[in-house]
């Protein structure tokens, strides 16, 4: 069974750091682009940041960009997202995401991934929580 698995989430006063990460279960993760997602209470899930095979292309939404950084180890066969300068609204559940198709894989920009939630398989999800 393939699974992506997510862990690192936590609780954090504002302007803290957390590291998430993203293993793989029943695969590998190095022939897949990887999405961090998110989603509030009442809110739509949203991209956070997506990452290429190779790890040379990333993707940020405007609220994240310069606080948080996504990176892959293949090696390790391990996506991470460093978290820094939290905020409250930063508050929610992170899922890694990926999209098991080579095809839409080839097809798509992680831009389009991310903004467009282009993914076939969810992580179970981690809660993020920013609160003094």
């Known amino acids: 069974q393939l699974q992506l698995v997510e862990s690192g989430g936590g609780l954090v006063q504002p302007g803290g750091s957390l590291r998430l990460s993203c293993a793989a279960s029943?695969?590998?993760?190095?022939?897949?682009?990887i999405g961090w997602f998110r989603q509030a209470p009442g809110r739509e899930r949203e991209g956070v940041s997506c990452?290429?095979?190779?790890?040379?292309?990333?993707y940020y939404a405007d609220s994240v960009k310069g606080r948080f950084t996504i990176s892959r180890d293949n090696a390790k066969d391990t996506v991470y997202l460093q978290m820094n300068s939290l905020k409250p609204e930063d508050t929610a559940v992170y899922y890694c995401a990926a999209h098991f198709s080579v095809r839409v894989q080839r097809l798509i920009r992680v831009q389009d991934m991310c903004e467009s939630t282009i993914v076939s398989s969810w992580g179970q999800g981690t809660q993020v929580t920013v609160s003094s």
């Open positions: 029943g695969f590998t993760l190095d022939n897949y682009a």
């Open positions: 990452i290429s095979v190779s790890g040379g292309t990333t």
